[in-house]
């Protein structure tokens, strides 16, 4: 079988470099906000071309940290719209209603499956105060035209960039289009940790100020506490771990590349749509290789059977979920085809038999295939 994703072969490259990293931690006698923390920061902001970096829990929490944070700072009061995508992993709703602001759902475009910047004006009110685009699948929103939005009705830019690090345009990178952004470093992210992890990236010092507090039960300095926070810090060994995964990001993100292009130009079937090639001057960090047919389970089926694991991202949009089934919802149509048509196929550094994915997708035809059913 075909892993979906071979994260033991990923981190094996690193076995003994962690080794060192977890030897020199136990060596400090130092394990929560300590010198990796501060180093990884400093470094995953320079790389990304942002001024500041905050190591957070998790990526949910990079979320929910920028929206209380603006909520500590007054831009944003309990009841405030926030937009984002239909088609998103749960976390970015979650950090929106879990701050006691109102998530307010948007199709997405259905070339790119991210924010549509008409959609988004379209959702607004006179409540609106925040636009939340998701970098799905590693590709960039349509930051030109949601930035252009945010301008002309003052509202905050805060991006999910939590499936694409590395991801650019024009050279500018993922977590620097807006006033903030959140990143994920769940294991099986671009950019994963050995455990949860995830980090805030802005531009504004006291916005950055202000997570970082947060995020340590709302206190700069030992027992004061201006604010009621959090405990929701990187620790020090994955900071560490992640450090030494920083460094062969931008080759990863090649080799993603490449396995991207042989999958757009090999894969040849009536039945597959394939997702959009990066146009010029932007950069994909591939995070999801995600295809789209009109016959998806029975793909799905197909690919299982030729030894390809495969999964769907994701099949239930937001308003379709039961934890948000008490809220009103617009009619989201383009949401709703894509849930019911997107599979992901494999794609992460150091992937073998790339080939074989191709040959099991051209061979797949819904007429001759067993298992039917879109
Ligand atoms: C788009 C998106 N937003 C937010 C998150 C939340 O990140 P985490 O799992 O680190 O909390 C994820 C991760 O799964 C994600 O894919």
């Not at 997570?211 to 620790?235: F, I, M, P, T």
């Not at 062969?248 to 080799?255: K, N």
Request: aromatic letters at 8%; hydrophobic letters at 45%.
């Amino acid at each position: 079988m075909i892993p979906f994703l071979d994260l033991k072969a990923l981190n094996k490259r690193f076995e003994g470099e962690f080794a060192s990293a977890l030897q020199r931690v136990l060596d400090s006698g130092w394990f929560v906000c300590g010198e990796e923390l501060r180093a990884f920061e400093a470094e995953f902001a320079l790389w990304c071309g942002v001024a500041h970096c905050i190591g957070v829990g998790n990526g949910l929490d990079a979320l929910s940290l920028i929206l209380k944070a603006y909520m500590h700072l007054g831009r944003l009061v309990p009841g405030d719209e926030v937009i984002l995508p239909a088609n998103t992993f749960i976390a970015t709703a979650l950090a929106v209603s879990e701050a006691g602001l109102v998530p307010v759902l948007a199709d997405p475009l259905e070339s790119s499956a991210n924010l549509d910047p008409v959609a988004a004006a379209a959702a607004m009110s006179s409540r609106t105060r925040a636009l939340l685009p998701v970098h799905l699948y590693g590709r960039l929103a349509d930051m030109v035209a949601l930035r252009e939005l945010a301008r002309q009705h003052g509202l905050l830019l805060i991006e999910d960039a939590a499936q694409a690090h590395g991801a650019s345009l024009g050279g500018q990178r993922a977590g620097t289009w807006g006033d903030a952004a959140a990143f994920s470093f769940f294991p099986g992210k671009n950019l994963g940790a050995l455990g949860d992890g995830g980090a805030v990236l802005t531009g504004d010092e006291q916005l950055a100020a202000c997570v970082a507090s947060l995020r340590n039960y709302g206190s700069q300095r030992k027992y004061h506490h201006e604010q009621r926070g959090v405990n929701s810090r990187l620790d020090e060994l994955q900071a560490a771990f992640l450090r030494i995964k920083l460094r062969v990001l931008d080759a990863d993100q090649d080799e993603r590349n490449i396995l991207a292009a042989r999958y757009l130009s090999g894969i040849r079937n009536k039945h597959i749509v394939l997702p959009e090639v990066p146009v010029a001057g932007e950069r994909h960090s591939w995070h999801l290789f995600v295809v789209r047919s009109a016959y998806r389970n029975a793909l799905q089926a197909h690919l299982h059977e030729q030894g390809v694991a495969t999964l769907v991202h994701y099949p239930i949009p937001i308003h379709r979920q039961q934890a948000y089934s008490c809220l009103a919802w617009p009619s989201l149509p383009v949401a709703e085809r894509l849930a019911e048509t997107v599979l992901s196929l494999p794609i992460y550094p150091g992937m073998k038999r790339v080939d074989r994915v191709i040959e099991a997708c051209n061979s797949f035809n819904p007429d001759s295939d067993s298992c039917m059913g879109a």
